[in-house]
């Protein structure tokens, strides 16, 4: 077996297979968070849900995790929409 030298991309050349840098799967995790964050957002503001089921429902888990994306991503909290 080859040693590691823990340079980038060396896990990947030893499994045969291009390397992933984390830039693309950073901003790919970001535009899927934020598209759920916007969603939840928009379903705040229409339906009658509480926020537990508007966070379910926008793939988002628990009501304290919408709490937390919507206020760091949007500067609002649920109470807000």
Known sequence: MPKRTGRPGE??????????????????????????????????ATAHLTVGQVAGRSGLGSGESLRQHLSRRIGTPPAAW
């Open 11 to 44: 896990y990947s050349a030893l499994a045969g297979g291009p390397s992933v840098t984390a830039r693309p799967v950073a901003a790919l995790t970001n535009r899927w968070l934020l598209q759920r964050v916007l969603r939840a957002r928009e379903r705040l």
